[in-house]
């Protein structure tokens, strides 16, 4: 029987199903998730392994699995998996693209909403002052005076979970869409959103929330930083609910103190799972744990993608049939 290691503690009933044809390892109830260290001394009688960000698949610990036939990340991110290196090595790396658009995109608008109604900062002003006095105003994303409604959504990366906020956004407050992606989408779907490609620079200056939804990769490093944030509107926001090193989290504070931009909505951190204390002192800004694919709904939903493409590889399937390799480019 095939043997699978889950590097994260899952619900032992949604691994029900395929108990009879394979045997499933996880941290003990105490620890909740392994490490590289703890993975590396028994990684190789493993047939596969789902990672998780405190195990870092790299050449190391791949190396170290002479069984190894598959990788699982479970998540749309595996910047956590030398995903490169593996498929060299003939090793798909699987993640689960379908299941975390959703919840993101939500948790993105969520973001966006909350951070301009300043719901924060007046949650936190009637719980310590017990009184609901309005000492400052937000503001509104759709009103019914202008037209389009909606103010301008810029969205940096306009894959899966890009294109399903720019869905929710103009489905519920009739947002005008505009994005920043090296690759264009097809026609209908720009027709379907009235959504334009724009050069970054561009979507700077004119979006009122900058959304970020690309991937991390060493070229999207940095990606906006200290220029970036000079070319924004005063009044706009960002949002990241991305990968935390795509934005100069220095650079973020400045812009911040010096009212450069709005305010901001974080979901992750560039040095997560620190974060830069000089972020808790900004009453316009929500920061959130790394939450959004973070529902009991969603966290099966992944669990059963990658799952479902570890266990294909596992069987033989041909990988054209498998949609959830990530790393299909590298692989030899």
Known sequence: MKKILIC??????????????????????????????????IAPQYDAIISHVRCKMHKELIDACPNLKVIGSNG????????????????????????????TAELALTLLLNVSRGIYFFDKRVRTLGNSSLPSFGTDVFNFARTPHGKTLGIVGFGRIGKTLARKAKAALDMNIIYYDPFKAPPEVEAELDAKQVDLETLLKTSDYVSIHCPYIPENHHLIGEKEFS??????????AARGPIVDEAALVRALEEKQIAGAGLDVYENEPQVTKELFAFDNVILTPHIGTYTFENRSNMLQEVIGGVTAVLEGTDPAQIPNIANRAFLR
């Not at 009933?13 to 909740?32: I, N, Q, S, T, V």
């Open 76 to 103: 749309v991110g595996f910047d956590q998996v030398d995903a490169k290196y593996a498929g060299e090595k003939g090793i798909p790396v699987i993640n689960t693209p379908m299941a975390v658009m959703d919840p």
């Open 231 to 240: 070319l924004m509107k005063e009044t706009a926001y960002l949002i990241n």
């Open 8 to 41: 994260i503690r899952v619900p032992e009933e949604a691994l029900e199903k395929y108990k009879d044809r394979y045997e499933f390892d996880m941290p003990p109830k105490d620890k909740g998730s392994y490490t590289t260290e703890d993975v590396l001394p």
